[in-house]
């Protein structure tokens, strides 16, 4: 069993997405992925660990491949899997990997192994621990004193439109002909409105992390006009803009005349409020969301980040577009 392909800054682009929640990405250093990434695990908060992707191959036991396979797909969806010749590949992100090796292991535990999954036992799940350890043990090792820092600074590949800009925080391509089922990409979409996001998380398949209201000061907040209304005519823009600016002061009054959280004032933004967002994807789902977002029909603030997400991934890949 090893590891075939996995991302290139794997606790760097973690650290980004968790960060981009509060808005704290100026504490980023060199060196602080791995005890953020740690800090996160310890208390629970998982769903960052969705932005990175490892893939993992066992070429030579069938049999011990078609008992992980079975365990696989009884216990997390999130894990893709695939059979060639005498072996299988499997993909996952960290989240999976971890809530998986949780699961065996506690099935494991007393009886050796789970019941129903013949070869399954504690030697196979020992074996995928300490692969996963080896691979990062800052997200994998249950013992805090295998953390290793790590020095890496994210190389992000961006492009810009007006006031959006799109970067390629990681990605990882194995070998072509599993790339799409089994490869992902991860990106940061900034300067999109609330529309775009909520439109951009009913991709189920993909995981997300997104500037919080309910953490953030929105004070003066930032917000997009769409062309639309630039071109409906001067009456249209000061409707919109007198609109938005009311949304803006009564917020603030809310928490400052009312001593009302953030969490209860921010009821009254408008989905024109620009919100920062990572999106992460198999190359498979980001194909399904390319033919569905660089569609006339689509709305036109989503048509816009599809073509410079599509355009940016043939950087990369070019596979699947």
Request: hydrophobic share 35%; with cysteine; net charge negative.
């Amino acid at each position: 069993m090893y590891v075939i392909a996995s991302y290139h800054y794997p606790l760097e682009t973690i650290e980004y997405a968790g960060r981009t929640c509060y808005m704290s990405q100026d504490k980023i250093t060199a060196g602080s992925a791995a005890k953020f990434v740690s800090k996160i695990k310890n208390v629970g908060h998982l769903s960052v660990l969705e932005h990175s992707r490892l893939i993992i191959c066992e070429p030579d036991d069938m049999d011990k491949a078609r008992s992980i396979l079975y365990v696989v797909a009884l216990e997390h969806p999130e894990i893709e899997m695939s059979t060639y010749l005498n072996g299988a590949v499997f993909s996952g992100n960290y989240r999976a990997w971890l809530d998986l090796l949780s699961a065996l292991r506690k099935h494991c535990h007393n009886s050796g192994w789970w019941s129903g999954i013949g070869n399954c036992n504690i030697e196979l799940v020992d074996e995928l621990y300490e692969l996963l350890v080896k691979h990062n043990p800052a997200v994998f090792a249950d013992d805090t004193l295998l953390l290793s820092n790590t020095e890496s600074i994210i190389q992000d590949i961006s492009s810009k439109y007006h006031d959006i800009e799109i970067s390629i925080l990681d990605y990882c391509i194995p070998n072509y002909s599993i790339a799409e089922q089994h490869g992902a990409m991860t990106v940061r979409i900034k300067g999109g409105s609330r529309c775009l996001t909520h439109e951009l998380v009913r991709h189920r398949k993909a995981s997300f992390s997104q500037q919080s209201q309910r953490y953030v000061d929105e004070s003066g907040f930032p917000y997009v006009i769409p062309e639309e209304i630039i071109h409906a005519g001067a009456n249209a823009l000061t409707e919109y803009t007198s609109s938005i600016k009311h949304s803006s002061e009564v917020y603030s009054k809310l928490q400052a005349s009312y001593d009302l959280k953030k969490q209860i004032a921010r009821y009254v933004l408008p989905n024109a409020t620009v919100s920062e967002i990572v999106m992460t994807a198999t190359w498979k789902w980001w194909k399904h969301f390319f033919s569905l977002r660089c569609s006339s029909k689509a709305q036109p603030e989503m048509q816009t980040i599809a073509y410079m997400i599509r355009d940016l991934s043939k950087t990369i890949y070019l596979g699947s577009f």
